[in-house]
C-alpha cells in the first residue's frame, strides 16, 4: 500500500531526514531505502525524491556534497544540518502526538506494552 499524496507530503520529510539522521547518503540510496524499510509504504520515485532534497537543502536542513566514492560517476550526498536535527526532533513529537491521538481514537492498535 502506498500512502496518498498529501499524506506523503507531510511524511515524506520526516522519513528522508530520519534516515540522513544516520548518515549521509546519496538519492538512489535514499529511494531504495525508503522503500525496502517502509515495505513499499514510503516508496518515492527519484521524480519525488529530488525535488524534496532541493526544499530541505533550501531550508538549511540538509547540505549536499558531490563525492567520488568508487562509483562511475560522483554521487551527490545529502547530510542533516544541525537545523535539519532539531526540525527533525520537532517533527519527530509532532508524529508522536498525531500517533497517540488516533491511539486513543481506536485508529491505531496499542503500542507494544499498553502504552500511548
Request: overall charge positive; cysteine-free; glycine content about 12%.
Amino acid at each position: 500500500m502506498r500512502v496518498e499524496r498529501e499524506m506523503m507530503r507531510g511524511a515524506g520529510p520526516v522519513a528522508v531526514l530520519k534516515l540522513l539522521e544516520g548518515g549521509a547518503k546519496y538519492g538512489y540510496e535514499l529511494v531504495e531505502t525508503l522503500a525496502r524499510t517502509s515495505n513499499g509504504v514510503l516508496d518515492m520515485g527519484q521524480s519525488t525524491l529530488y525535488p524534496l532534497l532541493y526544499n530541505l537543502e533550501a531550508q538549511g536542513l540538509v547540505k549536499a556534497e558531490w563525492r567520488e566514492d568508487g562509483a562511475p560517476r560522483p554521487r551527490k550526498y545529502y547530510a542533516l544540518t544541525g537545523k535539519g536535527k532539531k526540525r527533525l526532533a520537532h517533527d519527530v513529537a509532532q508524529w508522536q502526538a498525531v500517533a497517540g491521538a488516533m491511539r486513543a481514537l481506536g485508529v491505531l492498535q496499542p503500542a507494544l506494552g499498553g502504552t500511548a
